[in-house]
């Protein structure tokens, strides 16, 4: 499966975005999917996941509650949706296919958000 992500751009704290990951192939429905993200000087890290078939969520404590992991397999995507930014989400967004919260495969492109204070 190949991946690209989109959607990023600056915002102001408090603001949303909503990224997408499109998918190439027709397998896209079997594979549980996950964000991550990595900010300047840091570790990439996970964000949020959702299973391929009952859609079950997952999030990381620091946006539980903000942001919203979702798909559409008929679109081959998937989105998330971020609430009430904060400066500290600042980063390159990445999805990944996942088990758990453990990316496997390759890395697709990635899309920078930048929110402002």
């Known amino acids: 499966v190949q991946l690209q992500a989109s959607g990023g751009g600056l915002v102001q704290a408090g603001g949303s975005l909503r990224l997408s990951c499109a998918a190439s192939?027709?397998?896209?429905?079997?594979?549980?999917m996950g964000w991550f993200r990595q900010a300047p000087g840091k570790e990439r890290e996970f964000v949020a996941a959702i299973r391929s078939s009952v859609g079950s969520t997952y999030y990381a404590d620091s946006v539980r509650g903000r942001f919203t992991v979702s798909r559409d397999n008929a679109k081959n995507t998937v989105y998330l949706q971020m609430n009430s930014l904060k400066p500290e989400d600042t980063a390159v967004y990445y999805c990944?296919?996942?088990?758990?919260?453990?990316?496997?495969?390759?890395w697709g492109q990635g899309t920078l958000v930048t929110v402002s204070s």
């Open positions: 192939g027709r397998t896209f429905s079997r594979y549980d």
């Open positions: 990944a296919t996942v088990t758990g919260t453990v990316p496997i495969g390759s």
